[in-house]
């Protein structure tokens, strides 16, 4: 570990021309004398964010390093910062970058010292997507929140404002300085594949607000914020993983919907937004995603929202971006369009390079970069980078996973477990008349590297509340055997817990759960996702939503099944009817107690 005389001689020549204080002008002043001093490839270079595999900058595994040879040309994370002068790195637990908060805080510190060893070394932003709910990087033992949709359900801009507040302080410990979040897509289409619960909900002043509140939180831990998909990708039913979405909202309707949320994420400071890549005629006719459009990034988030912030694309190996335009055609058409970073392109070789000969070329000035380069730089400065750039082992103690952190996680959740139906009063739970309780259902893969899976969970934390509970995994598309299994094991249970999750009209989870409720066992359902299940499954008398299948939410709704704690969460997006989707089953604001 640097230590913190170490770390200010590596940044002394960098910190004498940022010194804190002065006007805003002086230090732009500052930071274009610092951009005056770069090379051209090093202007480059400031511009990308890019993925690297491995736990160290310096000495990951073979299989890592054999990794970044065969992808980006390199063997470490050392040599890309050497080679390309990156001025952000991207962590992804599949990139193995997340074992465990002291092992994420030396790849950090040793991140910051192979960029601050160059000449002219600059600090380093270090992100990564910790949303919360279904989409998280860094695990346990790192507190691990409800996603947005759940804290939608709870809607307290208090809670919100907590959440980022304490994972911006954690993620700050281990040297994570730029968080992917909040969502600020307003989710009004059920089928979205890629939004759903990562979203607040639908009603976009709701959203709105509870944007505002977590942005506040994340940027009070002094980790930049970044409000994601501009200008709005929450009523698309393609994933812009794979496809090219459309969204064909009226200009009328995009100002009074998708906007707002955005708007808001704007006054309240926001230090980046990211684009989305998805194509908004009503913005732009071009038939370019909003990525590479100047009306929409510059046009309209500039011009008409004010925004002067970063602005980062959203990764640019995805398909949304790379249907109309070759990678080398990408980032140099970003930035045309006005962003300032560019995200984890499929080749950063040719996308560096289309960058550097565009500038050679003159279809970039130079002058474009620096502008760019600018913002980046004063996002490191009122992030504290340029003072101080490392952080300690014990800094990772006094903040990552304490029990101050889970108990507010516990406490935000149980704000948030919403109660759907519950027609003949089977809810709470008794343990005097249904101790013995088998739980069934979907167990996908643990999103946040908590322990999982979610019948185990749902099983450990009622059996902490008393009741005799078992488990058994029937999957999200259970057997005719599978089915038989669990309606054997029924008849020695008093009840049946099921989680379902994203469950259709020929699901194989209603086989299941029909067969189940014909055993004339009281049957508790939980969507452990989109909270759209209960029209598939009328019949049960108790439904609850949890939005996640995380730890922290089933954990909450095992003790609102339990009647330790009474539901208080409402939905925050509408249920339509499953034979006539035109008609609403459970409106936004629905949600029962005890």
């Known amino acids: ?51 690297v595999y491995g736990h160290s900058a310096t000495a990951p595994d073979q299989a890592d390093i054999d990794a970044n040879l065969s992808e980006i040309g390199v063997r470490t994370a050392a040599e890309l910062i050497a080679k390309y002068r990156v001025g952000g790195i991207i962590y992804f637990t599949w990139a193995h970058n997340t074992r465990d908060p002291h092992q994420i805080a030396n790849l950090s510190n040793g991140i910051q010292k192979a960029s601050l060893s160059q000449p002219r070394g600059l600090p380093v932003l270090v992100a990564t997507d910790q949303e919360h709910g279904i989409v998280c990087r860094i695990g346990a033992p790192a507190t691990l929140f ?30 994570v300085n730029q968080d992917y979040s909040p969502d600020a897509d307003v989710n009004v289409n059920p089928a979205n594949p890629v939004i759903g619960v990562r979203s607040f909900g639908a009603d976009p002043d709701a959203v709105a607000a509870l944007v505002a509140a977590e942005v506040q939180g ?37 100002e009074a919907l998708d906007a707002v949320p955005f708007r808001a994420a704007v006054k309240a400071g926001i230090d980046s937004i990211m684009t989305a890549h998805i194509m908004v005629p009503a913005l732009d006719d071009s038939g370019d995603p909003a990525t590479l459009s100047h009306p929409i990034v510059t046009g309209v988030l500039r011009g008409e929202l004010g925004y002067d912030g970063v602005v980062i694309t959203d990764a640019l190996g995805m398909e949304g971006v790379r249907q109309k335009y070759g990678d080398d055609r990408v980032p140099v058409l970003a930035l045309k369009a006005g962003v300032d970073q560019l995200l984890n392109p499929p080749s950063l070789d040719v996308a560096w390079n289309a960058v550097l000969k565009a500038v050679q070329g003159g279809e970039l000035t130079e002058a474009r970069l620096d502008e760019s380069i600018l913002r980046v730089l004063r996002l490191k400065e ?19 996973g304490t029990p101050a952190h889970l108990a507010a996680a516990d406490r935000i959740a149980e704000r948030t477990t919403t109660l759907l139906v519950n027609s003949t009063g089977l809810l709470p739970l008794s343990r005097r008349t249904h101790g013995k309780v088998l739980v069934v259902g979907a167990d996908p893969a643990s999103p946040t590297g908590t322990t999982g899976p979610p019948t185990g969970v749902l099983a450990a934390a009622l059996g902490e509340l008393g009741f005799t509970a078992t488990a058994l995994s029937t999957g999200t598309a259970p057997s005719a055997a599978t089915v038989a299994k669990a309606v054997t094991a029924a008849g020695a249970a008093d009840a049946v817990v099921v989680a379902t999750y994203n469950v259709t009209a020929a699901d194989a989870q209603k086989t299941l759960v029909g067969h189940l409720l014909a055993t004339g066992k009281p049957v508790v359902a939980v969507a452990v996702r989109n909270p759209y299940d209960v029209a598939q499954l009328p019949s049960v008398s108790a439904y609850l ?13 095992a003790r609102v099944i339990a009647g330790r704690v009474r ?9 339509q009817r499953a034979d006539d989707p035109t008609q609403v089953l459970y409106p936004v604001g629905h949600g029962l107690s005890y």
Do not use: C, N
Request: net charge positive.
């Open 1 to 51: 570990m640097p230590s913190r005389r170490t770390v200010l001689a590596a940044t002394m020549g960098v910190t004498a021309s940022l010194a804190v204080g002065g006007t805003a002008h002086a230090d732009d002043t500052r930071l274009r004398s610092l951009i005056s001093r770069m090379t051209l490839p090093e202007k480059v270079g400031q511009l990308f964010v890019m993925r």
């Open 146 to 175: 409800p996603g947005a949709m759940a804290i939608g359900a709870g809607g307290s801009r208090t809670d919100a404002r907590a959440l980022g507040r304490i994972s911006g302080a954690e993620l700050r410990a281990m040297g």
């Open 218 to 254: 994340y940027q009070s831990s002094q980790v930049a914020a970044t409000a994601k998909h501009f200008p709005g990708h929450g009523d698309t039913a393609v994933d812009s993983h794979f496809g090219f979405p459309v969204i064909t909202h009226s200009r009328e309707v995009w």
């Open 382 to 400: 009122r992030l504290g980078l340029f003072r101080d750039v490392y952080v300690s082992r014990a800094g990772v103690d006094r903040a990552v």
């Open 545 to 557: 939503a949890s939005y996640s299948w995380t730890d922290v939410e089933l954990r909450a709704a």
């Open 567 to 575: 539901p208080r969460g409402r939905l925050p997006v509408a249920v």
